[in-house]
């Protein structure tokens, strides 16, 4: 299952990839429900995506949030890398 949306986060620092490993965090706050176009079910060496995702929720003014461009498996994973992980933006940004 796809797992892109948004972390959400009342400071900044919540957001962090080792803060939210350590609290058990492996799941954006608010899944994208829809894509446009509709997602490929695997992707391949040097493959991507473009589009647009959404969903339901709101985002409480001055939380932060993170985006999370899903959730990955990969049955040979690069040396260091563990076989599941979540891409995030490097920076959350501040909801007004």
Known sequence: MARFGLFVARRADE???AFLEGHGRTTPSL???TFDPPLPRAF???RSWSGRFGG???VPA???V???FGRF???APPRGLPPRFVALTSRPV???
């Open 73 to 75: 498996l990969s049955d």
């Open 66 to 68: 993170s985006f999370a």
């Open 31 to 33: 899944l994208a429900e």
């Open 56 to 58: 339901r929720g709101v």
């Open 15 to 17: 957001l962090e990839p």
């Open 62 to 64: 001055g939380n932060y």
């Open 44 to 46: 391949g060496p040097g």
């Open 94 to 96: 501040r909801v007004p």
